[in-house]
T-cell receptor
Framework: AQKITQTQPGMFVQEKEAVTLDCTYDTSDQSYGLFWYKQPSSGEMIFLIYQGSYDEQNATEGRYSLNFQKARKSANLVISASQLGDSAMYFCAMREGSQGGYQKVTFGIGTKLQVIP | EPEVTQTPSHQVTQMGQEVILRCVPISNHLYFYWYRQILGQKVEFLVSFYNNEISEKSEIFDDQFSVERPDGSNFTLKIRSTKLEDSAMYFC????????????FGSGTRLTVV
């Protein structure tokens, strides 16, 4: 079973509009964390936002917010006021702890976002 | 803002050659990782490293791969005899113990095997 599911291979949004990128996850751990990364065409992985499983409030970072619904195991990324520079691939990812202390991160397949002027 | 540094940003190598990808993790981090992303595919875990030994490795991380922390700052991934299918983006990451906010990726090394 997929641990991270991103069901939108591609999305379009008008500049200055808001967009929601979907992500659902599967884990039996009580302690875990969810990330969103942006990957522009240049290839680097840019951290956007993080939500811990015990965080009671939804994470926000500037124009990015994470809509965390724990019971539904979803962690959607909301980008407000889209800009042309937001056009990129977006990955949802999850860290799960281990008794050894290290944390492996599992990535989804990504959503390609294109912002239209 | 502390960052994970990877060098080189792009490396081209001939099939069968050995390559070493270098990473400088964040200085107070204890756990180090390598991930791989074949073009157009998702990012895949390769290996985690703690206290000078491998904590976990994926099935991708076969005998052709090795990792090392040769000094107090560098963390390297060696591919012994490169194959065409090793062409990918390789990301290094480091983390503190159980802190998601501290989990940081480098900007990647694009390896092209010709």
């Amino acid at each position: 079973a997929q641990k991270i599911t991103q069901t939108q291979p591609g999305m379009f949004v008008q500049e200055k509009e808001a967009v929601t990128l979907d992500c659902t996850y599967d884990t039996s751990d009580q302690s875990y964390g969810l990330f969103w990364y942006k990957q522009p065409s240049s290839g680097e992985m840019i951290f956007l936002i993080y939500q811990g499983s015990y965080d009671e409030q939804n994470a926000t970072e500037g124009r990015y917010s994470l809509n965390f619904q724990k019971a539904r195991k979803s962690a959607n990324l909301v980008i407000s006021a889209s800009q042309l520079g937001d056009s990129a691939m977006y990955f949802c990812a999850m860290r799960e702890g281990s008794q050894g202390g290290y944390q492996k991160v599992t990535f989804g397949i990504g959503t390609k976002l294109q912002v239209i002027p | 803002e502390p960052e994970v540094t990877q060098t080189p940003s792009h490396q081209v190598t001939q099939m069968g050659q050995e390559v070493i990808l270098r990473c400088v993790p964040i200085s107070n981090h204890l756990y180090f990782y390598w991930y791989r992303q074949i073009l157009g595919q998702k990012v895949e875990f390769l290996v985690s490293f703690y206290n000078n030994e491998i904590s976990e490795k994926s099935e991708i991380f076969d005998d052709q791969f090795s990792v090392e922390r040769p000094d107090g700052s560098n963390f390297t991934l060696k591919i012994r005899s490169t194959k065409l299918e090793d062409s990918a983006m390789y990301f290094c990451a480091s983390s503190e113990l159980n802190r998601g906010y501290g989990y940081t990726f480098g900007s990647g090394t694009r390896l092209t095997v010709v």
